[in-house]
């Protein structure tokens, strides 16, 4: 028996048009340097329409590779729509990128079109003589656009252009956008999302199980259009009617303090450093964040610290997501049972998350056995779903698939109400005398510590126990810990054996271009000596 169902493919011009009818009032708020500019979905849905018919003149045509250089604002957002719309591919570029690896991501990906902020032209322009496919450059916005050569203004291209573009009915499985990883090891891989894949992750989002987004919302996009697609969140905006509030290059803990004050956001999402340096900008001060009822945080482990201190100044308890650029990101979130206690529900926010509906993860241990889901078992996650890449582009390395599941590279435990908690990265987990040792949760038991801004736990070689943790912390301005209160402090945190007997203090860790702490960096800095380390000895045990 057959269903007579009617059928239809998902397509990201579906999710456009819903918006564009359904919502039309709902808006696209970009902060400016002297205020806000404010655009309907129904005017940001025909301008869409106008830019898909200006790159249509230029000559991109289907899975042609159309380029974003651009801040988190409304060009951008008109962009996501009109290039998978019109059977382009959209491929956002990481603008925080080394000029090599940019000129890489673009020319593996065989860009033919890049829209650029003028801000951004500088940047650009330090690889724009080594893009042999890049044919066309349009710039958003007033600035010197010269030492790209000949370009076209973006307004310009709209304002000759008609509304109405005639969306093509496209196969759902085809490429709609694609992203790089942040390439930590090696280069960048390319992930290309499909039509369906994303509109099944737009709908999985905004369930009231996950982020719960709707009409009544107006949500600060923080993280960056170009890390992951903005976690799917202007796609997810624009089927459910949420304002979307772009912050472009305002993104200090002053300039966000300043908007959610200004403009009264409901929700917001971004990596922790970024709650960080808002608690900072905040601290002290009668800045009003109360509009707040959700503030996700996700592209790394989240501190159980940060967790209480936005519960304390804003009055709500931040989210934790999980997820990568592989899995479109949303694959977890770290939502409490309904039967927790709330003695319980802190402990369940600071794991990674618990899976959502879509997908599926399972936890392989150092031998490929398949661990038990009892929150003991370690190992390593692989996740599968119809939102996850089965590939990377142009490249299929094998080593990262194992029977149609992706490995993510993440180490931990599930438990059996689908709850993760991350231990480390498996190139970041610290191999002490045959044991491993938890980087992810020594730096979240330092940062519980008052004086301790941010940690970053490495391994570093030891003749005795092969490897062992050297913490690197950033003080809170104007205080001053030592290394034997810290580890006096983890004294009854963390296992005797795991008391790190090295430290190192800084006035800044180094980040990857999407905001997580850059270990590679931190080792070979100590590798090179250039890092001032402090050997203390560590309390005996009992």
């Known amino acids: 028996m057959r269903s007579t169902m009617q059928d239809g493919p998902l397509l990201i011009s579906g999710i456009l048009r819903h918006g564009q009818f359904v919502y039309s009032e709902s808006e696209v708020i970009t902060v400016e340097p002297d205020g806000y500019r404010t655009a309907t979905f129904s005017q940001v849905g025909e301008r869409a329409e106008r830019l898909a018919s200006a790159l249509h003149r230029l000559g991109v045509r289907a899975d042609d590779r159309v380029a974003t250089f651009m801040w988190n604002n409304q060009a951008h957002v008109e962009a996501y729509f009109a290039v998978p719309s019109m059977g382009a591919v959209l491929h956002t570029l990481n603008i925080r990128l080394?000029?090599?690896?940019?000129?890489?991501?673009?020319?593996?990906?065989?860009?033919?079109?890049?829209?650029?902020?003028?801000?951004?032209?500088?940047?650009?322009?330090?690889v724009v003589d080594s893009l042999p496919t890049v044919e066309t450059i349009?710039?958003?916005?007033?600035?010197?656009?010269?030492?790209?050569?000949?370009?076209?203004?973006y307004e310009e291209l709209l304002a000759v252009e008609e509304g109405g573009f005639d969306w093509p009915e496209l196969d759902e499985r085809a490429a709609a956008a694609m992203c790089y990883t942040s390439g930590t090891t090696g280069q960048p891989?390319?992930?290309?999302?499909?039509?369906?894949?994303?509109?099944?992750?737009?709908?999985a989002s905004t369930s009231a199980s996950a982020l719960g987004m709707t009409e009544r919302d107006k949500a600060l996009i923080v993280v960056p259009m170009f890390h992951a697609n903005a976690w799917g969140t202007p796609y997810a905006g624009f089927l459910v009617g949420t304002t979307l509030l772009m912050p472009q290059m305002f993104l200090r803990g002053e300039d966000l303090v300043r908007i959610i004050s200004e403009q009264r956001p409901t929700f917001s999402c971004g990596v922790p450093t970024i709650w960080n340096d808002v608690l900072r900008a905040a601290a002290g001060s009668d800045a009003d964040l109360s509009s707040l009822r959700a503030v996700l945080a996700g592209g790394s482990a989240v501190p159980r610290a940060l967790i209480q201190a936005i519960d304390a100044r804003v009055g709500i308890p931040l989210t934790q997501g999980w997820g990568m650029t592989e899995t479109s990101p949303l694959a977890a979130l770290g939502i409490p049972p309904a039967r927790a206690s709330a003695d319980q529900e802190l402990d369940y926010r600071t794991k990674a998350g618990r899976v959502v509906h879509g997908v599926e993860l399972r936890v392989v241990g150092r031998d490929g056995e398949f661990m038990p889901h009892d929150g003991v078992s370690i190992g390593e996650f692989e996740i599968r779903g119809p939102w996850v890449t089965g590939s990377y582009y142009k490249d299929r390395d094998?080593?990262?698939?194992?029977?149609?599941?992706?490995?993510?590279?993440?180490?931990?435990?599930?438990?059996?109400?689908?709850?993760?908690?991350?231990?480390?990265?498996?190139?970041?987990?610290?191999?002490?005398?045959?044991?491993?040792?938890?980087?992810?949760?020594?730096?979240?038991?330092?940062?519980?510590?008052?004086?301790?801004?941010?940690?970053?736990?490495?391994?570093?070689?030891?003749?005795?126990?092969?490897?062992?943790?050297?913490?690197?912390?950033?003080?809170?301005?104007?205080?001053?810990?030592?290394?034997?209160?810290?580890?006096?402090?983890?004294?009854?945190?963390?296992?005797?054996?795991?008391?790190?007997?090295?430290?190192?203090?800084?006035?800044?860790?180094?980040?990857?271009?999407?905001?997580?702490?850059?270990?590679?960096?931190?080792?070979?800095?100590?590798?090179?000596?250039?890092?001032?380390?402090?050997?203390?000895?560590?309390?005996p045990g009992e």
């Open 189 to 203: 891989k390319g992930v290309v999302y499909s039509h369906r894949s994303t509109v099944l992750h737009s709908m």
């Open 98 to 126: 080394f000029p090599e690896q940019l000129a890489y991501v673009i020319n593996h990906a065989e860009d033919k079109v890049i829209i650029v902020d003028a801000s951004l032209v500088p940047v650009l322009a330090r």
């Open 398 to 539: 094998p080593s990262k698939f194992h029977d149609g599941w992706l490995r993510t590279g993440d180490v931990g435990t599930l438990d059996a109400r689908g709850f993760m908690q991350i231990t480390d990265r498996t190139k970041d987990v610290i191999k002490s005398g045959g044991e491993w040792i938890s980087s992810v949760e020594l730096e979240n038991q330092v940062m519980a510590h008052p004086d301790v801004y941010e940690a970053a736990v490495v391994a570093v070689p030891d003749p005795k126990w092969q490897e062992r943790p050297l913490v690197v912390v950033v003080p809170v301005p104007g205080r001053d810990p030592t290394a034997h209160e810290l580890v006096e402090f983890l004294v009854g945190r963390v296992a005797r054996w795991w008391l790190p007997e090295r430290w190192t203090f800084v006035k800044e860790i180094p980040k990857t271009s999407v905001g997580k702490f850059d270990k590679k960096v931190l080792r070979a800095d100590h590798a090179a000596g250039a890092l001032d380390v402090i050997e203390v000895e560590v309390p």
């Open 138 to 153: 349009i710039v958003n916005g007033d600035g010197e656009t010269s030492p790209l050569g000949e370009t076209h203004d």
